[in-house]
């Protein structure tokens, strides 16, 4: 069961960087941009949570 969601998770990142990078680019040098209050969201995704649920539920019967 180990990575089952690491797939997701490093998408998730690396988007978060780019868009922090992309964020600092177009405001070079105005504020730091971890402290700037604009960037609200750096990266998303929907879940499923009954798919989610099922995906942890076969890697479960897989390990045991």
């Known amino acids: 069961m180990p990575g089952l969601f690491r797939p997701a998770i490093v998408r998730l990142l690396a988007e978060r960087d780019a868009a922090v990078m992309n964020f600092h680019r177009?405001?070079?040098?105005?504020?730091?941009?971890?402290?700037?209050?604009?960037?609200?969201?750096?990266?998303?995704?929907?879940?499923?949570?009954?798919?989610?649920?099922r995906r942890v539920e076969v890697a479960l019967r897989q390990v045991a």
Request: negative net charge; without cysteine; charged residues 40%.
């Open 26 to 53: 177009r405001r070079r040098g105005m504020v730091h941009v971890l402290e700037d209050r604009r960037l609200e969201v750096a990266s998303s995704a929907a879940i499923d949570v009954d798919a989610e649920i």
